[in-house]
């Protein structure tokens, strides 16, 4: 088979990698693509927008699949797109995406569905959002309805700063007009993040093994909101009890909410879940693979990617139901980004010391913002490298990553050094292994 990944980040990459491992792939094309995914597979320099494009690339060299990676195309429309030309896409198609384009759509859904997630209120007017924060006495969430790259959600600690987020995304319009024309203000949750991302197709839901994302650019969740400093997977905090609750709770009551709607979702739903001591309660749902949490994921995943990815495309996933196979050793994604992230930060500054990284065994080294000019690799974004590394252990899974990211050096990187100290400080035995048990299930036949 020859295989298409739409994107150019670390995700982009790590599905490259994985997908050029199944035997039963011929080629692997990435388009744009980055450094990285230049060394595991080809670039092709279309941008993920350009469908027309795609589709003419897709056609003339024969793609037998398209895995799209990031949340823009899908917001727009590709799967849509490839669907009317008769050609096999992995994702949600627009209409189902805007369970992550739109925040106001997902919060109403989950009311809807009876997920549960933090009590909320939706604004289209700064004035009345205002108002709102200045009556409550509790900490806030604001969040910006559409797509900006994983910045949009602001947690704030005091009312003056949750103004601030206001005048922000909706008078300064700092991610964009359209993304801050409503906002979603909700009450702060207090507890553990989880990601779970599960594999959607029919009535079929195969979760993934449980990962915890690190957004806060800084250590201990200090600083601004950015797309993940580092992940690590298994995340002791998803106990088998929680995942066979949010199971029942949240993705099984959401695929049917979208079935009932006529949008069925096909593709990876991602639920970012607050462990409060409630329950579980649903902060965000994205309708593709996370980054960095599929570095860690894919590292551990022994089944073969293409083949789950096409049992989703052609909805016989149940034949994957309990059949996943995962390497016991927990892995960690360390980010190293440019300085400035999530903020302006400069590119173009070489990068030393990848093939000494490289050398480690059991790492690999993602390429999120990079380019290659020449002999030389240069940093292209504000992510730049995902450092990932197995260990027997969780502790010797981060000092390995931090190892190798030790060997790597550009002007202005910075990176977090605490990515999995939560999972660390809750294990009894910080060298004890963990490996819990993912659920799956069907809805019911009648849906």
Not at 123 to 136: G, L, S, V, Y
Not at 228 to 243: F, K, N
Not at 366 to 386: E, K, N, Q, Y
Not at 426 to 442: G, N, Q, V
Request: charged letters at 30%; aromatic letters at 6%.
């Amino acid at each position: 088979m020859k295989v298409l990944v739409v994107g150019k980040g670390g995700r982009e990459h790590a599905l490259v990698w994985k997908l050029a491992q199944s035997p039963r792939a011929e080629q692997v094309y990435c388009a744009p693509g980055n450094a990285g995914t230049a060394e595991d597979g080809v670039n092709v320099p279309i941008d993920p927008l350009d469908f027309d494009r795609l589709v003419s690339f897709v056609r003339k060299e024969k793609i037998d699949l398209t895995v799209v990676g990031p949340e823009e195309p899908l917001a727009r429309g590709i799967v849509d797109h490839f669907q009317k030309a008769n050609l096999r896409i992995f994702g949600p198609t627009r209409e189902a995406a805007r369970l992550e384009s739109s925040k106001v759509f997902a919060k109403e859904l989950m009311r809807h569905a009876d997920v549960p997630t933090a009590e909320f209120r939706i604004f289209d007017h700064p004035e009345f959002a205002r108002r709102f924060i200045e009556t409550r006495d509790y900490p806030l969430v604001v969040k910006a309805d559409g797509l900006a790259a994983g910045k949009g959600v602001i947690v704030c600690s005091t009312n003056e700063e949750a103004l601030t987020a206001i005048e922000r995304i909706m008078v300064r319009e700092e991610f964009g007009r359209a993304a801050g024309r409503q906002v979603v203000v909700e009450k702060r949750l207090e507890g553990e993040e989880l990601s779970l991302l599960a594999l959607v197709s029919g009535r079929t839901i195969v979760p993934l093994q449980p990962t915890q994302d690190h957004k806060a650019a800084f250590d201990e969740d200090k600083g601004p909101n950015t797309g993940g400093m580092g992940a690590y997977c298994p995340a002791p905090v998803g106990t088998p009890e929680l995942l066979d609750t949010i199971d029942r709770e949240v993705l099984v009551p959401i695929v049917h909410a979208m079935k009932r709607r006529r949008q069925p979702f096909r593709g990876v739903l991602y639920a970012g879940i607050m462990a409060t001591n409630q329950g579980p309660r649903v902060l965000e749902f994205n309708c593709r693979f996370g980054d960095p949490e599929i570095q860690p994921l894919l590292m551990r995943l022994r089944t073969d990617l293409l083949d789950l990815i096409e049992a989703v495309v052609d909805e016989r996933l149940e034949a994957f139901e309990g059949k996943l196979e995962w390497d016991p050793r927990p892995a960690v994604c360390v980010v190293m980004a440019s300085s400035g992230y999530p903020g302006p930060y400069k590119k173009g500054f070489p990068i030393r010391g990848l093939t000494e990284a490289a050398k480690w065994p059991d790492v690999k080294v993602f390429h999120a913002g990079t380019r290659r000019d020449g002999d030389r690799i240069l940093t292209d974004g504000g992510r730049v490298l995902g450092v990932t590394a197995l260990g027997d252990t969780l502790a010797d899974a981060k000092r390995r990553a931090y190892e190798a990211v030790a060997c790597i050096q550009f002007p202005g990187a910075f990176y977090r050094r605490d990515i999995a100290d939560k999972a660390l400080r809750s294990l009894p035995d910080p060298a004890a292994k963990f490996t819990p048990s993912a659920a799956t299930e069907s809805l019911p036949e009648n849906t």
